[in-house]
């Protein structure tokens, strides 16, 4: 039998050796997963050909900054045409490429123009933003294109939104259980609760339900945030993950939605426990990282995919925030529950597992980069270098939405990490996944710009 070739020094073993525990029983999915796991740990030892590192001294390759920047400026040039299939994602192709080159360190602003010149034909005159010209707005594609407005940010961009237009919309997407459509006639799920409060936090919209909100007012509600939370809770699984609507199967990318919106809506550590069973929450969210590979996996019995670095990595800081409680009246970090996570173990699933040799970031070991997963694994990669927290100093004390704009970051220490200080990416807003600044710039600026309804 030929000898395993050494792992690189300094990865602790749990990174270099399959589970000692294996179910008996051999499906199709243990199988998929047992294949995973080898090929996760060529990787993850340091060992494959396409890993050209440089390697640190705890066994980990460099993030390889400039390949990943130039992979996200051509993903914003022309596409052949077997990408037709996304021309409904237009607004996504945009956000994903400028956020993942904002975290890389890049200045997203130099877009403003081409940005608004893209966007501009997607806005309808009945309210929001569609997947390309000439389509039916949709909330996944407003969320799109209002965050990469932000990014670009500038009253040219903030005022293309037509905000009374958005207003009327929202109330059109309304339903009656306290959640929103995506699209007027389409289904209700948590990403539509997610985006439509997103859209309302940035663009400072009226709560106030509009006028054609006819499924809310018939409920009995008044305002777009009413009954949101209760319907976010009803979404919570038997296992205590967080579905796309209620009764069906727990989510990585739902519990990111569930629990950024309660976020929105209020303080952490008084919505949470509210409206979640935070210990079944916290025990489904802790099954999702998966030894020895280090990454997440969105769904019980799936494989560890690098894009749930975000959606399940996100989750965490929101939690952690929950459970902190209260933020210090100095403005200093809190006293912390701390990380309750592995940190070490997503950095090394992103670092060895994610990188591609021509630049981008992948789901696994085997798929090849995408703009989506180079902007959320980098999204995750951000979360794990910074503890986020939050402060009494809300750049809108007065709106219903000031704990969501008194996020702060400080930075995990590098001598405390398996990265360098030169893989240290932007920190992201927790809640609204853009830079901190382009969020509160967005917000002042409509709050300063009402519109009278
Ligand atoms: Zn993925």
Redesign the pocket.
């Known amino acids: 039998m030929a000898t395993q070739p050494e792992p690189r020094p300094g990865i602790p073993s749990l990174f270099t050796q399959p589970p000692p525990i294996r179910d008996p029983l051999v499906t199709e999915t243990t199988r998929l997963q047992e294949a995973t796991v080898e090929k996760c740990l060529t990787f993850l030892k340091g060992l494959h050909p396409s890993q050209t590192g440089p390697f640190n001294d705890t066994g980990v390759p460099a993030l390889h900054r400039e390949d990943h920047v130039t992979y996200l400026y051509e993903s914003l040039e022309d596409y052949p045409a077997g990408f037709v299939a996304m021309d409904a994602s237009r607004p996504w192709m945009v956000y994903w490429a400028l956020a993942g080159l904002a975290l890389l360190g890049e200045d997203p602003t130099h877009f403003r123009e081409r940005v608004l010149g893209t966007l501009r034909p997607m806005q309808n005159a009945t309210g929001g933003f569609g997947g390309g010209h000439g389509q039916t707005s949709h909330l996944a594609s407003s969320y799109a294109a209002v965050l990469a407005l932000a990014m670009v940010g500038g009253a040219e961009a903030f005022a293309l939104v037509d905000r009374d237009a958005m207003w009327r919309w929202l109330g059109r997407l309304k339903q009656a259980d306290g959640g929103f459509s995506v699209t007027e006639g389409g289904e209700e799920d948590v990403r539509g609760a997610y985006c439509a409060s997103t859209i309302i936090a940035l663009l400072d919209i009226p709560l106030v339900l509009p006028p054609d909100a006819t499924k809310a007012r018939e409920a009995g509600f008044e305002t777009l945030t009413d009954g949101l939370a209760e319907y976010l809770s009803r979404c919570q699984s038997f296992e205590g993950g967080i579905s796309g609507s209620p009764g069906v199967e727990a989510h990585g990318a739902y519990a990111f939605c569930a629990l950024a919106c309660l976020s929105i809506l209020g303080a952490p550590e008084e919505i949470i426990p509210k409206h979640m069973n935070l210990p079944l929450l916290l025990s489904w969210l802790s099954a999702r990282q998966y030894a020895p590979e280090g990454g997440f996996s969105?769904r019980t019995n799936k494989l560890v995919?690098?894009?749930?670095s975000h959606w399940v990595g996100g989750c965490w800081p929101l939690l952690q925030s929950a459970l902190d409680g209260k933020p210090q009246p100095s403005g200093a970090p809190p006293e912390t529950v701390g990380s309750l996570f592995s940190r070490d173990g997503l950095d090394r699933y992103i670092l060895g597992c994610c990188q591609t040799p021509m630049g981008g970031l992948r789901?696994k070991p085997g798929k090849s980069a995408d703009s989506?997963?180079t902007c959320?694994v980098l999204t995750g990669l951000s979360a794990t270098q910074h503890h986020h927290y939050r402060t009494n100093a809300s750049i809108s004390p007065d709106s219903p939405f000031a704990s969501a704009f008194s996020w702060q970051a400080s930075p995990v220490a590098v001598e405390e990490s398996v990265y360098e200080s030169a893989d240290r990416l932007v920190a992201f807003h927790p809640l609204f996944v853009i830079p901190h600044q382009a969020a509160a710039n967005m917000r002042i600026w409509c709050e300063s710009n009402p519109i009278h309804v």
């Open positions: 969105g995919d690098g894009c749930y789901d989506y997963h959320y």
